[in-house]
């Protein structure tokens, strides 16, 4: 085992005070980082680094009911992230520092990552 | 009185191979706000492990960026190991650790090449480039590619080297570095380059830590954090100090990597001496049921691959943030307030990636 | 001093030679670990189609039947999963590179057909 990674699961609404208990430890945020674990299930990550401790904040939602408040207001550069989450799987990010509105990425494909997985090689 | 204007920086700049856009806007000389946009080449590398399986996505990490490649491929395998808990041997770790610091040198060597040229200093590029060409070398004769080493899969590595050979290189090395010292003291001392780095583009401490700045840019402003300390591969028996600047500017960057290149080549050396014998890798049976977070230190700071296995062949994902992700924010904080001609080193300064930032 | 830090550098390049090469009248000599192109041993071949599947870009193509063995040079990346896969020890890796194309998906120009008659001996077998 390299280092042990908690992973505490908050709610939709606890995330930003979670995010913020983070902000006041001074704890350098690595990465937002989503997954599609079941049709209308995903999962964002957020991961911090306190001093090499790593750690995890987890929500799980349904991008077709839930909106995501966006952290870039405690942590700016988690625009960068939660534009690339919104574009890569559409979910609906709520207040980011710059907004590029599905231009981050620029692809053929709209949500490419949200579409089920393709044919696989045989 | 003055007025403002947008200068568009990018896509397509000399100083910079790779399609990073800002919008600059400035007011004299004067630039007060940058506006960035990236996004021109993502490749959708993340979604082809839904294609691949798990042993063959190595090859597809170890291509998501051609200065970084071994390490990436390195950390996606210790990932895997991790969820599959794999006991690598000995032999292998201390073999990705050699390999690993030899793409550090190779890596930094090429930045500072590339610093020179933003800057105008043309020979200086050049000579940074020929003695990376003899590091180069090293690395073709030891695993068969100059830049993509191919030597990583899981449960170890694909190559071994003699121990006589490790340590001819070792020695070898040696000789290297005065000629290296030769040139990076060119970068530590000459007035130009200084003219052209110090005070551009300062970082505070704080800035740097909360805007989650990764490798040396964070070290540079006085953030000792660096991943080796993890212990990962063989940094445990070959304990690293976090090499850290106090300065924050453009110089002090270029001070951490010119240090890290020679600690690299310590590393080397100490791992030479040190290398076990026995089996290079082992056999991986079954298939990866967990989640990961991996982290290393590349180059260019800290890359994090999280990885999920469900149990099939297939991962379930795999994502990759890369150091340049990280340092873009950064630098974007940084900008505001120099003027227009300092903007292509400063965005050097983070040895910007974009290929593998959007992978 | 920190005007001249240059200076050493400068007048060594002088006097020393070029750190470069005349290049296509002077060829660096290759390592004898680097991975280059491909090469077949036809003959071996058995059309077990391992190597087809173990290629991760699906450079190679078996055709059992047909008893033929295509390479795309330029799907290849030289990641010599095939070398090690196949049974019969008939890949092999050269240290060279293949020659530049000038089109693309040259498939068919790298098309290694059995010799006709399985068992004529002798046959000599396609070069590519
Ligand atoms: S070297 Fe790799 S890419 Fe090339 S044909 Fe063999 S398996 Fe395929
Ligand atoms: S693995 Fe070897 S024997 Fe089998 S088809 Fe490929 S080249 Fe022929």
Known sequence: MIESQPTEIVTLDRLKDAVRIKWAAHARLVQIGCTKTAEDQYEINYSFDENLKFSNLRIVVNPATDRVPSISDIYWNAFFYENEVHDLFGITIEGMAIDFKGNFYRMAVKHPFAAPAGQKKS | MSKRTIIPFGPQHPVLPEPLHLDLVVEDEIVVEAVPSIGFIHRGLEKLVEKKDFNEFVYVAERICGICSCIHGMTYCQGVEEIMNLQVPGRAKYLRTIWGEFSRIHSHLLWLGLAADAFGFESLFMHSWRIREKILDIIEETTGGRVIFGTSKVGGVRRDVTNERLKEISVLLKTYAGEIKEVTDIFLNDNSVKHRLCGVGVLSKDDALMLGAVGPMLRASGVAQDMRKLGYAAYNDIPVEPIIDQSGDCYGRCVVRIKEVFQAIDIIQRAVDKIPDGPIDMKVTGFPNGEFFARTEQPRGEVIYYIRGNGTKHLQRMRVRTPTFANLPAILKVIPGCSVADIPILLLTIDPCISCTER | ?128
């Open chain 3, 1 to 128: 001093m920190s005007l001249f830090a240059f200076t050493k550098t400068v007048l060594g390049s002088m006097v020393s030679k070029p750190a470069t090469r005349m290049y296509p009248f002077e060829v660096r000599e290759a390592f004898p670990g680097t991975r280059g192109s491909i090469a077949i041993e036809i003959e071996k071949c058995i059309y077990c189609t391992l190597c087809a599947r173990k290629c991760p870009t699906s450079a190679i193509v078996v055709n059992k039947a047909a008893r033929s063995w295509e390479i795309d040079r330029l799907r290849c990346i030289s990641c010599r999963a095939c070398v090690e896969a196949c049974p019969k020890d008939c890949l092999s890796q050269l240290t060279s590179y293949s020659p530049a194309v000038a089109i693309k998906g040259g498939k068919d120009f790298f098309h290694h057909p059995a010799p006709k008659v399985a068992a004529a001996p002798g046959a000599a077998p396609a070069q590519g």
